[in-house]
């Protein structure tokens, strides 16, 4: 089972940014996609952005032209570079590896968006 520890959560002001990392103990380009999820406080986790292995990228409505995802083989690493940052946001951020039919999470990583 591959093991994802996601870093880069903390505190911002509205309108900061934040760059979270997922580092994978396999190859992330072995993957039939990875991608970031979150959940707030009293609801659902929810998608956010996801990168398959030929590079096709998908975002949320809520996140589209704020936050962009990216992948670096070499170091078995995915990122979500949030910018524009708004409370909404605020959430536990949680990587997620599609290997079908299977599906592995990290333990995730707090974001917090003051205004």
């Known amino acids: 089972q591959v093991q994802l520890v996601e870093s880069g959560g903390g505190l911002a002001q509205t309108g900061g940014s934040l760059r979270l990392s997922c580092a994978a103990s396999?190859?992330?380009?072995?993957?039939?996609?990875m991608g970031w999820y979150r959940q707030a406080p009293g609801k659902q986790r929810e998608f956010v952005a996801r990168?398959?292995?030929?590079?096709?990228?998908n975002y949320s409505d809520s996140v589209k032209g704020r936050f962009t995802i990216s992948r670096d083989n070499a170091k078995n690493t995915v990122y979500l570079q949030m910018n524009s940052l708004k409370p909404e946001d605020t959430a536990v951020y949680y990587c997620?590896?599609?290997?079908?039919?299977?599906?592995?999470w990290g333990q995730g990583t707090q974001v917090t968006v003051s205004s």
């Open positions: 997620n590896a599609l290997r079908s039919p299977r599906s592995a």
């Open positions: 396999e190859s992330v380009s072995s993957f039939n996609a």
């Open positions: 990168i398959n292995i030929i590079g096709n990228i």
